[in-house]
């Protein structure tokens, strides 16, 4: 796919930072990250969050996303979509070629 080749064109130092941070040490979810000196959560992000992960997502694991919802501060709608990456999000309800689950901010297991 042609976006595979679209680079994010961060600066390396920007770079190093955000995976450091945000995957490595996953400090902005344990509210530890550090910018400008002030300290940042996704528990500060308080305005509503509409989450959705698709069920075979190999970009965003659906149980990554779910796990990740439980993290922010504020009103979070999570949907999971049936299918992949692409076709979880492209395919309307109405088409009924795919299902989707909605039940606002996730509680629980996963699984369950």
Same mark, same amino acid.
């Given at each position: 796919? /042609? %976006?595979?080749?679209?680079?994010?064109?961060?600066?390396a130092a920007n770079? *190093?930072?955000y995976l450091r941070n945000c995957y490595l040490e996953n400090r902005l979810s344990q509210g530890e990250m550090e910018l400008a000196g002030r300290v940042v959560s996704l528990?500060?992000?308080?305005?509503p969050v509409y989450n959705l992960a698709s069920k075979e997502d190999h970009i965003a694991p659906?149980?990554? &996303?779910?796990? $990740? *919802?439980? =993290?922010? $501060?504020?009103? &979070?709608? /999570? &949907?999971?979509? $049936?299918?992949g990456h692409i076709a979880g999000v492209v395919? +309307? +309800?109405?088409?009924?070629? /795919?299902? =989707? %689950?909605?039940?606002?901010? +996730?509680? $629980?297991?996963?699984?369950e």
């Open positions: 796919l /042609y %976006w595979n080749a679209d680079s994010t064109r961060m600066a770079h *190093s930072f528990k500060d992000v308080t305005i659906a149980l990554s &996303v779910f796990l $990740g *919802s439980k =993290y922010f $501060g504020g009103e &979070v709608d /999570y &949907v999971l979509a $049936g299918s395919n +309307p +309800p109405a088409a009924q070629k /795919y299902h =989707y %689950w909605t039940g606002g901010k +996730p509680t $629980g297991d996963f699984n």
